[in-house]
């Protein structure tokens, strides 16, 4: 052991001493880490000793359990964060889409319609052309679970995903616009950054002055820009959200070339379930 060691360091403090300098040592240091485990198997064959015994065993073989891959973080990374946020914030963890009994809705057929749109929403995630999906309706008609169905998915899929109520989304604008500017972008570059964004209950946030509604507006158009994906639940129409938002932030959830909006009508289900005894 002392010996690889020796080896290895040998080589590379003189070439990390002054890397800065010549970033042709780079690859200088790539080949004398090449060099150095050939030369360790060497060791290992020499002493019969069998070299995989002591290679780790990773949890993902995709970033070595470093979290990093590419130029950020690993899906493995996401998927964890993505799944304790939801924990944390979401009542229904374990939506699923596979697990949806459309028999309990008004029109089974026009939901199974809806669920299929959501799902290949999430799918393409990387390629399509839409940024964002409002799922709106009355109360207890099923939009936070086909919410959380879809925010499942995408984490199982790798996406970092970031699940909120409105309400809590209010809180942290209204923590960023009072916050002073080095903590500004800690609060504000997660929303922006994530691939999936789902705001639960539209509408049952307090509006607060120079806050609210200018700061939901720079979210949606922001991650429009960046391509980023988002979803809205709602009470609200189109047309209350209108008026209680601002026509900008409507355009931009029903123009059609980057948009998705679907109505969910019915009964309120969760009162059908305890007539039910369920």
Not at 18 to 38: A, F, G, H, Y
Not at 158 to 170: C, D, E, H, T
Not at 231 to 249: A, F
Request: hydrophobic share 35%; net charge positive.
């Amino acid at each position: 052991t002392t010996e690889i060691y020796t080896l290895s360091l040998h080589d590379a403090l003189p070439i990390f001493a002054t890397l800065q300098n010549n970033p042709k040592l780079s690859e200088k240091l790539e080949k004398c880490i090449v060099r150095d485990r050939d030369k360790i198997k060497k060791l290992f064959a020499s002493n019969n000793l069998d070299i995989t015994a002591v290679v780790p065993k990773y949890w993902c073989h995709k970033c070595k359990d470093t979290g990093l891959y590419g130029k950020g973080m690993c899906e493995c990374v996401n998927a964890r964060v993505s799944k304790h946020l939801m924990n944390t914030e979401a009542q229904c963890g374990e939506a699923d889409f596979a697990k949806a009994d459309f028999s309990i809705f008004a029109d089974p057929k026009y939901t199974k319609m809806v669920y299929s749109k959501a799902q290949a929403f999430v799918d393409k995630m990387d390629t399509t052309k839409y940024n964002n999906f409002s799922i709106l309706g009355g109360v207890g008609v099923g939009k936070t679970y086909l919410m959380e169905c879809m925010a499942n998915r995408a984490m199982n899929l790798g996406k970092y995903v970031i699940y909120m109520s409105a309400f809590r989304l209010n809180q942290a604008f209204l923590k960023y616009y009072t916050a002073p500017m080095s903590d500004k972008n800690s609060i504000l570059q997660p929303l922006l950054d994530c691939d999936l964004l789902c705001i639960d209950d539209l509408g049952c946030e307090q509006l607060l002055n120079n806050v609210t509604v200018p700061m939901l507006i720079m979210l949606v158009n922001e991650r429009n820009t960046a391509g980023k994906k988002t979803i809205i639940t709602s009470n609200l129409s189109l047309d209350e959200i209108r008026e209680r938002y601002d026509y900008r932030l409507c355009s931009r959830l029903v123009d059609h070339s980057v948009s998705i909006a679907i109505e969910l009508s019915g009964s309120d289900l969760r009162q059908n379930s305890k007539k039910k005894g369920v």
